[in-house]
């Protein structure tokens, strides 16, 4: 073997066993990444999700606000028809009659549409504070990462375990949306 061969040999030793030693830095690198993308995908979706739902829970709301209109206007019809004069007292009678059953339809609807429109209001609720923890969890991760880089250019295990810290509370922040309902 040459002096050449043998300081190239050296070289990679040297090489191989930094290698060695930044490994678990760039392997914690990558894996955080992974996390952040995946994090900011699933953010995104629970923001578009409690979008659509509160759009729906608009829907929902001007649908019990025609109702409730119409159950007034019925209600001013009724109060009219209780003041005029109706000579044929059986069409006076079946009038009568029919925008009471009226009302009772309006009442019972607007309820109903009243809790359609609460329970999707829940659900934006719950969607905002699932997107809220996926928005910390990511940046969590992203500080992670962050710092996990520089203990790859510095070599100091100090930084890579200060990462991992950062990483660590950002899954938390992520698997805690488990216990939101």
């Known amino acids: 073997m040459s002096s050449n061969e043998i300081h190239e040999f050296e070289e990679n030793a ?5 290698d060695l ?3 678990p830095f ?6 955080l990444a ?28 001007n649908l019990y606000a025609e109702k409730r209109i119409r ?3 019925t209600a001013l019809e009724t109060d009219q028809f209780s003041v005029e ?14 925008y009471a059953d009226h009302q009772a ?8 549409e009243q809790e359609k429109a609460t329970a999707l209001e829940a659900k934006v609720a719950i969607a905002e504070a699932h997107a809220d923890r996926f928005d910390l969890a ?4 992203e500080i992670g990462l962050f710092i996990t880089s520089i203990a790859l250019l510095t070599r100091e295990r100090f930084y890579w375990y200060l990462g991992i810290a950062f990483s660590v509370g950002g899954i938390l922040s992520a698997a805690s949306v488990l216990l939101i309902k």
Do not use: C, P
Not at 14 to 18: I, Y
Not at 26 to 31: E, H, I, Q
């Open 14 to 18: 040297e090489r191989g066993a930094h």
């Open 21 to 23: 030693t930044v490994r």
């Open 26 to 31: 760039a392997f914690t690198m990558s894996l």
């Open 34 to 61: 992974l996390l952040v993308a995946v994090t900011t995908v699933e953010g995104h979706r629970l923001h578009t999700s409690a979008v659509l739902e509160q759009n729906r829970a608009n829907d929902q709301w």
């Open 71 to 73: 159950s007034y206007a």
């Open 85 to 98: 004069v109706i000579a044929d007292k059986t069409a006076a009678a079946r009038l009568e009659k029919a």
């Open 105 to 112: 339809k309006w009442a019972n609807d607007l309820k109903e």
């Open 138 to 141: 990511e940046a969590l991760l």
